[in-house]
């Protein structure tokens, strides 16, 4: 028989044996299929939303063929194809001034240009100022069309008239209203149109001619244009030549076609790559994690099938079949149901991926691009589910051409005595798994991927000691009542089912036991190193001068607008910088003569404004945690004309040397006042994140620093409700304000939500492998279950039966996973709660037991419950009828 | 006929029907038929007879199309599922062809099983169960399992589950049919001397030479009892008290 | 049936008189076959003749004695080593009375064949009593009834056959019936 025609065969029973058996057909389709569909719509979601390359040309360049931006003044720049994957300046010897649009022009081939500003504007809304994209250009100009989609009204015709986005009228405007820009200087257009942008869906955006908005006439970069190109493709020679004059341009034509990588500038060529080895590594670590949960999913399943043939298979030995012939029939089941459910997957996701978009692009701030099917990512998403459905099959198939012929031909139904060296690699790959990961835990680099190398590792031995954990469970069984020992017993009987099915649960609950593990140790080093700023309840506002001085007064009115109740405290401190073009000042603090440690604070933060604060009024005032005793003496020293300052370091001083550095703006140049005063110092624990010291007026007079109102304490209790009125009054006040109210720890939503992903993943994952096993497990025990009815079962003995053999896998599965789960999830709290300064240093290990005990012990009833309550209660009749 | 009380299984006008319409098949047409207390009977019939739907009728695994079959006085149709599930568990017990013992059990937890599921403590449990199993002389292989047996001595502990906890309907399919003829007539003298010892047994065979162990032969044809030897009662009931 | 062979082999065993053999053949066989005395004396006498056994004189009660010659131990040694011939079926009245009622219009072949089988079937079971109690007993005699169980079980089966053909035949040809039932018959004998 040659090669071909015996794999025709082989598919061919393959294929009968599926129409025949449709209810495990079915089974398998969907472990194999559902995947695959989840796999194929996110990547085709994933491609459609995801705008790159040529896709991203129309919104960015409109109708032009290039757009050219200045990035320095004047010196040459490099950049990649597309200059959004990179671009940077190089050397410094350049013209200094930007490029002319005629000098632009003419590295471009004498293009014609449209002059174009991009920058945010702020605008004034119904809930305070509104950051909002503004673009100046002429939008009826050729050149722009597809840059903007005009959905009413008409096109800007003047400098007075501007279009905005639908997210912007949501924000309280009307078409014929005046926008209300609040930057200093700016025009008061109105909105004569609506034009969405062909890229963001939900952010605000405005759109008008030159001068419109007011962005052209910023100074310095902010005003320096770009410019749409047109008039023919701009090749990647005038790329370069208009990079020689500090401008990059995005070119249609070299991103629809780029030229070959190698001729991309020198400085550009190594960019980017790093990553990518350890990209790799995570992309196949969990294409393996993943194809071994389904292969173990999906296992049981050929795993009955091949049971089911036994008596065919043995036949076919009888009278000289190969054992590789039995095989291929027992594979060739894996690969029409793998092919079948990878092309269903493939169709069945696609569609999905249709009917979600629109779904989706709700959600979206951006518009998505065109429908995208990445037909060779889904050849190989097909391919994993056909590879999946034939590994599955594998071992079964192994197993079924090494069955003991006569044994099955006399109806004997069990599987043959577990080898001693599956256990053996079992250990041994344990063992590998266990010294990787402790080798990751202790290396001070990526050590995350050789855990989660190792994981896998370990998760495959645990695989191997799988049947001898199962038959260990049947031997300890026969003290239990009856169901589950038969459950336990019948399981280990039938290891190439069972194992599958435990393996899946097992791993599942190992990685959700790893995962849980790692992220609770990561909230826990996120608890223990919390530092409050402020008592628990405060408030305090802080604003830094980016335009103009602060005005605490329109500050502080905001904030008793909102807060009648609250007791305001003004904090003085140091102003390190009170307008954008003044000065600007830092104080460092030395203990005279102590060269080692140098520092005081290890850490020290301005949550009041100033990391410096000035006055006696501050330690009677504000709350600063310090012994009565030492405030007394704080208050003496600050009285004295001293100095109280901070130290986590330990540092003992009488005398400190106080040095204040001064910049003048756009200088380099420095000058340095010195001076020393007698000091008082005041430990406190590591992590502080408290002001560096308290300077008595006097000492600040004679440094000649700059005193003044640098926050304002608000006393408590405040809701959350009133932190977020007071935080819009004060951005409608000073967009540069804030407004922070300490309510202690809060635990990232996202650890919540990962935990309960995680448990809800866990559970989906262990509710699937325990049914398929347990249903498979029923059908196959059709003959016991008649012999059951006969010697008197009640129809209630089948749900019994079901729901321990639930249990049982699920138990036996999960106990199994999180021990091995615990491995990789311990060693990975080493690299990752591992703080790089003093403060947060050391080791967080904080393990989820509530979780694990749900995954371990309820997860397992749950399943149970379920398979028990859904478990038909028929018991079939004794199958010999003639 | 016999007295209706006396009678541990009695069948009255019982019919079957299997399928509706043109797939309608008469397993059993009117079958009426008692078994007494001490008394084996045997079903004879070529295949497709009705001879299993007897039996399958007869242990409440199945109901009947009309007619009733009532087990130690107890009409099956009235007790619901869970009543016949019980019956089997006390008072029927079931020996197959192919003995369907469960293989995730041992000989001793089989024997016990119906004990079990009847909520029987354990150890009172296999304690009769080993009593069952020295019964049928295989004593010494109570934690052996099923695959781990000759045929003949999976069937003597089908043998020992069919009878322990003392029932009195025992219900035999073709109990020799997978075995040697030898080994197939000493399960039958086991089923004789159960029922010698007061149990009632109907043993459903196509084979004339088992069918002769019994005190009466029904002959079965497309669902219809045909003939009947032995059928004297008072002669019945004599023989089967006194022994020979 | 050969008397002749069976009282060779039983004085294979040692010299006896006719009275002895007939018992002893009477109890090993379960006195299935009743043997008269004079029988007995007539095959003893061309036994004789024969020269497979000879006349050892009388013993102390008068009985006359025999003893078998060489020529007789080859005799039984060649009896016990040579099949049964069936080249000859048995005039067997059930199988002429069957054939002949089937081609006698107006009997009902159906009854024939229930009445014989109800019959034939009450004597297995008096056979199988007797096994019954002849539990522990003879081997010899146990095994001569299982050959009588499995005679009676095989006409059984015959008349099941029978029936099963003639209810087929019914349904097909009546007319070729009695010469379908003895080609078939005539093919099981030449198969055995």
Same mark, same amino acid.
């Given at each position: ?135 100046? %250009? ?25 279009? %905005? ?219 994993? !589910? ?24 006399? #109806? ?27 080798? #990751? ?11 989660? =190398? ?82 628990? !309840? ?66 020290? #933060? ?35 004309? =001293? ?125 699937? #492998? ?97 398979? !028990? ?14 | 006929?016999? @007295? ?35 008394? +084996? ?43 016949? @599930? ?21 000989? /001793? ?28 002389? /295989?004593?010494? +292989? ?27 309907? /025992? ?7 997978? +075995? ?57 009931? /004599? ?6 | ?192």
């Amino acid at each position: 028989m040659s090669r071909g025609t015996s794999w025709r065969l082989a598919l061919r029973l393959a294929r009968r044996d599926a129409l025949r058996n449709r209810g495990r057909s079915i089974l398998v389709l969907v472990m194999i299929a559902l995947p695959v569909l989840a796999v194929t719509a996110a990547d085709v979601v994933i491609q459609t939303q995801d705008v790159t390359g040529v896709e991203s040309l129309d919104r960015r360049l409109g109708s032009a063929d290039a757009l050219v931006t200045v990035e320095a003044q004047g010196s040459p720049v490099v950049q990649f194809f597309d200059p959004y994957d990179g671009s940077g300046t190089v050397g410094d010897q350049g013209t200094g001034r930007p490029p002319t649009a005629e000098q632009v022009s003419a590295a471009l081939g004498g293009a014609r240009l449209v002059e174009t500003h991009l920058g945010a504007v702020n605008v004034r809304t119904d809930d305070g100022v509104a950051i909002v994209d503004g673009t100046e %250009v002429d939008l009826r100009d050729p050149l722009s069309r597809g840059l903007f989609d005009l959905t009413a009204g008409r096109w800007p015709t003047g400098p007075g008239e501007v279009v %905005v986005n639908q997210a912007l009228l949501d924000q309280g405007y009307a078409r014929g209203d005046v926008l209300g820009l609040t930057d200093d200087g700016a025009p008061a257009p109105t909105i004569v149109g609506v034009a969405e942008s062909a890229e963001s869906r939900t952010y605000p955006v405005v759109a008008g001619p030159i001068g419109s908005l007011g962005i052209a006439d910023r100074e310095g970069d902010a005003g320096q244009p770009s410019w749409l190109a047109g008039g023919g493709p701009v090749s990647w020679d005038q790329v370069r030549t208009a990079n020689a004059l500090g401008a990059t341009v995005l070119s249609r034509a070299v991103v629809t076609d780029p030229p070959p990588t190698s001729e991309l500038p020198d400085e550009m060529q190594g960019w980017g790559g790093s990553s990518d080895d350890q990209m790799v590594a995570v992309i196949v670590l969990v294409v393996v994690m993943a194809l071994l949960e389904v292969v173990l999913l999906a296992g049981p399943a050929f795993a009955v099938t091949a049971r089911r043939q036994s008596r065919t298979l043995a036949l076919m030995a009888a009278t000289g079949g190969t054992p590789a012939q039995s095989r291929r029939v027992v594979i060739g089941g894996g690969m029409v149901l793998g092919t079948v459910a990878a092309l269903a997957g493939v169709v069945l996701g696609i569609g999905a991926a249709r009917l979600l978009l629109p779904v989706l692009q709700h959600w979206s701030n951006t518009w998505f691009g065109p429908f995208d099917v990445p037909w060779l990512h889904l050849l190989g998403i097909a391919l994993f !589910g056909l590879l999946s459905a034939v590994l599955a099959a594998v071992v079964p198939a192994w197993i079924a051409s090494r069955q003991d012929v006569v044994a099955v031909l006399a #109806g004997r139904r069990a599987d043959k005595r577990p080898s001693l060296r599956s256990p053996i690699l079992g250990v041994v790959l344990l063992g590998i798994g266990i010294a990787g990961s402790a080798y #990751g835990a202790t290396s001070s680099s990526s050590g995350e991927f050789a855990i989660a =190398g190792s994981a896998v590792v370990a998760v495959i031995g645990m695989i191997f000691l799988v049947p001898i954990v199962v038959v260990g469970v049947a031997r300890l069984a026969g003290r239990l009542p009856l169901s589950p020992r038969y459950a336990a017993r019948d399981a280990a009987r039938h290891r190439t089912r069972t194992v599958p099915a435990v393996a899946a649960v097992a791993a599942t609950v190992a990685g959700v036991v790893a995962l849980g593990i790692a992220v609770t140790s990561d909230e826990a080093q996120n608890r223990e190193t919390y530092r409050a700023e402020l008592p628990d !309840g405060m408030g305090s506002v802080s604003a830094y001068a980016d335009e103009a001085p602060v005005d605490w007064t329109q500050l502080r009115a905001a904030v008793a607008g909102k807060l009648p109740d609250a007791q305001l405290t003004p904090v003085r401190g140091i102003i390190e910088s009170s307008t954008p073009d003044g000065p600007s000042y830092w104080l460092d603090i030395k203990a005279a003569g102590v060269e080692e440690p140098d520092r005081l604070l290890d850490s020290y #933060g301005s949550s009041w404004g100033a990391s410096t604060l000035v006055g006696e009024s501050a330690m009677t005032n504000l709350p600063i945690d310090v012994p009565e005793g030492v405030r007394q003496e704080a208050l003496r020293m600050l009285q004295s004309g =001293g100095v109280v300052a901070f130290t986590d370091q330990g540092v003992q001083a009488d005398e400190l040397r106080l040095e204040l550095h001064r910049w003048e703006a756009d200088s380099e140049d420095e000058s340095v006042e010195r001076l020393s005063v007698p000091a008082l110092m005041v430990p406190v624990a590591l992590g502080n994140a408290g002001p560096q010291a308290i300077l008595s007026t006097q000492a600040a007079k004679r440094l000649g620093a700059p005193v003044g109102v640098s926050g304002l304490l608000v006393s408590g209790p405040i809701t959350r409700a009133q932190e977020s009125a007071v935080s819009e009054a004060l951005t409608a006040t000073d967009t540069s304000s804030s407004f922070y109210v300490e309510r202690g720890y809060q635990a990232d939503n996202e650890t919540v939500i990962i935990q309960l992903v995680l448990a809800a993943l866990g559970g989906v994952l262990m509710l699937g #492998g325990t049914l398929t096993a347990t249903f498979l497990a029923l059908s196959d025990a059709r003959p016991d279950l008649a012999t059951l009815a006969a010697v008197g079962a009640s129809p209630r003995r089948r749900r019994w039966v079901a729901a321990s053999y639930a249990l049982v896998i699920g138990f036996v599965g999960a106990v199994l996973g999180a021990a091995v789960g615990f491995i990789p999830g311990i060693a990975v709290t080493y690299p990752l709660t591992n703080g790089y300064s003093e403060a947060t240093a050391g080791h967080y290990l904080d393990v989820p037991w509530l979780m694990i005990l749900g995954l371990v012990v309820a997860l397992p009833l749950l399943t149970a419950l379920i398979v !028990g309550l859904t478990a038909r209660s028929r018991l079939p009749l004794v199958s010999r009828l003639d | 006929m016999n @007295a209706p009380t006396s009678a541990v299984l009695r069948m009255d006008a019982v019919t079957r029907v299997h399928g509706e319409g043109a797939t309608e098949v008469h397993a059993l047409r009117s079958v009426s038929f008692g078994v007494h207390p001490g008394e +084996l009977v045997a079903v004879m019939g070529p295949s497709g007879s009705g001879k299993s739907t007897l039996l399958t009728l007869a242990g409440g695994l199945d109901s009947p199309t009309s007619g009733t079959v009532s087990v130690e006085g107890t009409d099956l149709e009235g007790l619901g599922a869970a009543g016949r @599930a019980r019956m089997r568990r006390t008072s029927i017990g079931y020996v197959f062809q192919d003995f369907n013992l469960i293989p995730a059990l041992n000989a /001793i937890e089989n024997v016990a099983l119906p004990l079990e599921l009847d909520g029987v403590r354990t150890r009172t449990a296999r304690a009769a169960a080993r009593a069952a199993l020295d019964e049928v002389g /295989i004593g010494d +292989l109570a934690t052996r399992f099923p695959d781990h047996m000759s045929g003949g001595q999976q069937q003597r502990v089908a043998i020992a589950r069919a009878v322990v906890g003392d029932r009195r309907l /025992i219900l035999a399919d073709e109990p020799t049919g997978a +075995l040697d003829s030898d080994t197939g007539e000493s399960i039958l003298r086991l089923l004789r001397a159960r029922c010698d010892a007061g149990a009632a047994g109907v043993l459903v065979t196509h084979e004339a030479r088992h069918a002769a162990w019994a005190d009466r032969v029904v002959f079965l044809r497309d669902g219809v009892v045909v003939d009947e030897t032995g059928a004297d009662s008072a002669e019945v009931l /004599i023989d089967s008290g006194t022994p020979r | 049936m050969s008397v002749k062979q069976a009282l060779l082999a039983l004085l294979e065993e040692g010299p006896r008189y006719g009275y002895q053999l007939r018992a002893q053949f009477e109890q090993r066989t379960g006195s299935t076959w009743p043997l008269n005395v004079g029988q007995v004396y007539t095959t003893l006498t061309r036994l004789e003749r024969d020269g497979l056994v000879v006349g050892a004189g009388a013993d102390d009660e008068g009985h006359v004695v025999y003893r078998i010659t060489d020529d007789g131990r080859d005799a039984v040694a060649a009896w016990f080593t040579t099949p049964v011939e069936r080249t000859q079926p048995p005039r067997d009245e059930l199988a002429i009375k069957l054939a002949l009622a089937v081609t006698v219009p107006g009997v009902d072949v159906g009854a024939v064949i229930q009445q014989q089988r109800s019959a034939t079937m009450s004597a297995l079971q008096d056979y199988t009593r007797l096994k019954r109690q002849a539990e522990g007993g003879e081997l010899s005699w146990s095994l001569v009834l299982d050959s009588l169980v499995f005679a009676a079980e095989a006409e059984i089966r015959w008349l099941d056959h029978c029936e099963a053909r003639l209810r087929r035949a019914q349904i097909e040809r009546p007319e070729t019936l009695l010469d379908e039932i003895l080609t078939e018959e005539a093919d099981e004998e030449a198969r055995r």
